[in-house]
């Protein structure tokens, strides 16, 4: 039987799709494909279809010779993104691999954006938060609004900013910045932003659009073929730390999805407190416990009871139920 050879790339018009998460847009006029997400009551956070979605726009962005700049915002004028959805991934279960599956649609999206071959814009209308910052990060420029804020929280939700954050940003403000940033889990204004090199514009709301179509506009005003190899070669170093990181992220980040810490970040997201940050010391100084009935030594601090001989065990310590 013969093989059916694939088609050739081509792309489609933007109404095609029939996306639910994300807006697609593209401009002959202008020359711009826009891509917006459009979960405006979840601060335009991305669960598992709004990845597949972007991944699929940026793909057809590529590929559509019409479209000579690609830009990246969030619906509404409160979020460009917060990242993560943690309503979804609360509900994945106790096994690693459904996160696992979510992290490659993640890493999808964000290598489909990278080399997508043309100039990308991130208009921030709002706040950019955790994966919504790496989001930005990846674009080529940044105009944002000046009375929002950049911010990394992993470290305070559970998880490591290693979908750009911990590759990137040491790349574009240097390593002590990036830390600061990134450990201690503060807001960053677009003033600060601006300053650090982590956006290339901020401006009054109001003039936010004539901003990006202004910058969009120069853009547009070059060879398309030189931009997309000199994109390539602008590229090396975040391509570099990426390919080195991203898979070995994917595993630990999977993996840990179900551990303690996480589990009590989500519930204390969900339960708008702080977590319980000596409860969780005290679980992992409680390493190897011993069953005082049997003996039996090595038990998870979890366990309610022995699971060797079933007799009840005694809690840790205050404050570790």
């Not at 559509?64 to 991934?89: N, P």
């Not at 992993?154 to 940033?181: F, K």
């Amino acid at each position: 039987m013969a093989v059916r050879e694939p088609e050739s790339p081509a792309a489609a018009a933007a109404e095609a799709f029939g996306f639910d998460r994300i807006r697609y847009a593209k401009d002959a006029n202008t020359a711009v494909a826009t891509v917006t997400i459009d979960r405006q009551a979840v601060l335009n956070c991305f669960d598992f279809q709004t990845l597949r979605e972007m991944a699929r726009a940026f793909e057809d962005a590529s590929w559509d010779e019409g479209a000579a700049v690609v830009v990246v915002t969030g619906a509404g004028d409160r979020a460009f993104s917060t990242g993560a959805d943690l309503d979804e991934q609360a509900a994945m279960g106790k096994t690693s691999g459904q996160y696992w599956r979510w992290m490659g649609a993640f890493i999808e999206m964000h290598d489909r954006l990278r080399q997508i071959g043309k100039p990308t814009i991130a208009r921030i209308n709002g706040i950019a938060v955790g994966g919504g910052q790496e989001l930005q990060l990846a674009c080529d420029f940044a105009v944002m609004v000046d009375d929002a804020f950049l911010q990394h929280v992993g470290p305070e939700h559970g998880s490591v900013p290693a979908g750009g954050a911990t590759q990137w940003l040491p790349l574009t403000i240097g390593d002590r910045r990036a830390r600061e940033m990134i450990l201690l889990c503060e807001p960053i204004s677009a003033q600060q932003a601006f300053e650090w090199g982590l956006v290339t514009r901020i401006v009054p709301r109001a003039d936010l659009d004539g901003a990006v179509a202004e910058l969009a506009e120069k853009l547009r005003r070059k060879l398309p073929e030189t931009v997309r190899y000199t994109k390539t070669q602008l590229n090396w170093w975040r391509d570099l730390v990426w390919s080195q990181t991203i898979t070995h992220a994917r595993d630990w980040l999977a993996i840990h999805s179900t551990s303690d810490e996480v589990q009590e970040a989500v519930d204390a997201f969900h339960a708008k407190r702080e977590p319980q940050y000596e409860m969780l010391r005290a679980y992992q100084a409680a390493v190897g416990r011993t069953c005082p009935a049997c003996g039996e030594t090595g038990l998870p601090a979890r366990y309610d009871f022995c699971g060797a001989c079933g007799a009840p065990l005694t809690a840790l310590a205050e404050g570790v139920p």
